[in-house]
């Protein structure tokens, strides 16, 4: 499979817990995106990595939450302490350059208890 | 802000029949729009990106359209079938931006036989 791919798929964590996603892109996507998504919303933007710089945070990543694309291939987003706030769906996407199409891998989905 | 507003309501309609979705936006001239398909606990799919300089854009039983002066995009399905059946997001890039993608809320369209 050559597309996008997210770990884990689901995620279940306690309020204060660390947790940390994984991403994949398309191979050779010099461009990754994560974006988060609440039930009934559409996905709304994080922030964004261009091979390994990342180049962008919205304000809603708050300082609880880190991202990485240490060798501009795979991406980690990381939430420290979680909050029941941050149950969503965490979404990547990766393009070969800007204006090109995002493709989106299939999420992961975050209940914080 | 840029801000895009879709049908808030579900649309269900009849198998067969020519579903048309769409999608407002405001302080903003994009160069392109996108539309992506969402299933339930899914990531979006994309399914056809349309330039400013073009009026209609077709693939298969897909068509959009895009007024840049009236600031719309229409997105048709014809000859609906029940697997049309999911939530149809909108998108457009902030190319200043790093191309992030800003959606609307979907609208859920459910295809009954």
């Known amino acids: 499979d050559t597309g996008v791919s997210q770990d884990p798929r689901h995620k279940i964590t306690k309020r204060g817990q660390n947790v940390t996603f994984r991403c994949d892109p398309i191979s050779e996507h010099n461009r990754l995106y994560w974006y988060r998504q609440t039930l009934g919303q559409g996905p709304e933007f994080l922030t964004y990595?261009?091979?390994?710089?990342?180049?962008?945070k919205s304000r809603l990543l708050s300082d609880r939450f880190s991202a990485e694309r240490p060798k501009g291939s795979f991406s980690t987003l990381e939430i420290q302490r979680t909050e029941q706030g941050d149950s969503a769906m965490y979404l990547c996407?990766?393009?070969?350059?800007?204006?090109?199409?995002?493709?989106f891998g299939p999420g992961t989905r975050l209940t914080v208890l | 802000s840029q801000k895009i507003e879709q049908n808030s309501e579900a649309l269900n309609i009849q198998e067969g029949k020519t579903a048309t979705l769409t999608c407002n936006y405001t302080?903003?001239?994009?160069?392109?729009l996108q539309w992506y398909r969402q299933d339930p606990g899914r990531g979006p799919v994309f399914l056809l990106l349309i330039r400013e300089n073009e009026k209609e854009k077709r693939k298969e039983r897909l068509k959009v359209t895009f007024d840049t002066t009236l600031k719309q995009s229409l997105f048709h399905i014809t000859a609906s079938q029940p697997a049309d059946s999911a939530t149809y997001l909108c998108?457009?890039?902030?190319?200043?931006?790093?191309?992030?993608?800003?959606f609307g809320q979907g609208t859920e369209l459910s295809v009954k036989p």
């Open positions: 998108a457009l890039p902030l190319y200043n931006q790093g191309g992030k993608l800003i």
């Open positions: 996407a990766s393009s070969p350059r800007t204006g090109d199409t995002q493709y």
């Open positions: 990595f261009q091979n390994e710089a990342q180049l962008e």
């Open positions: 302080n903003y001239s994009p160069a392109y």
